[in-house]
């Protein structure tokens, strides 16, 4: 066994006292080709969120009901590369009727809402529109979307209502 020990001592030593004749140096060329790119919905490492946007308990339409997504739910994020403009499109959900979006219940009631691009509800986003726009810093950026339900709007039965709006990015 001491034998063996000195054995592989010895060779390590033989091993690590090779002398080289020379030396020659060359390049590595290292390169990468950016393209343009944009996620939607996006966390700063690159998972996936949802954006949201929640009018919580309603018991009273007399007035105008606001919500917006940075107050009431989650703001939706927009990941792209410096300087690539974005547009972003959205949907009319799973119940619009014509021109307007509505929350529904699974059933056949319903509560129409409008959203906006502003804090002063006067940028309505059309559905399908490019109403949201900007150019990518590179960094997640952060859109707020407000919701209005209009005063007056009648109150359906007690129950959950929501939708779905896709949203689209094209860049």
Request: contains cysteine; charged residues 10%.
């Amino acid at each position: 066994m001491k034998r063996a020990i000195f054995c592989i001592i010895g060779l390590s030593f033989s091993i690590s006292m090779h002398s080289y004749a020379g030396s020659a140096t060359g390049t590595l060329n290292v390169s990468a080709t950016v393209v343009p790119s944009c996620i939607i919905n996006t966390s700063p490492t690159g998972a996936v969120t949802n954006a949201a946007l929640n009018f919580g308990q309603i018991d009273s339409l007399t007035n105008d009901f606001k919500r917006d997504t940075s107050a009431g739910g989650t703001q939706i994020s927009v990941l792209c590369n410096n300087s690539t403009a974005w547009q972003v499109s959205l949907d009319g959900g799973q119940y619009a009727s014509q021109s307007q979006r509505r929350m529904g219940n699974g059933g056949s009631e319903f509560i129409p809402y409008n959203l906006y691009s502003d804090s002063g509800y006067s940028k309505a986003i059309g559905i399908g529109t490019k109403d949201l726009a900007g150019t990518g810093t590179g960094n997640l950026q952060s859109l707020n979307v407000y919701g209005l339900i209009s005063a007056g709007t009648p109150i359906p039965s007690a129950g959950t209502y929501n939708d779905t709006v896709t949203m689209t990015i094209t860049y």
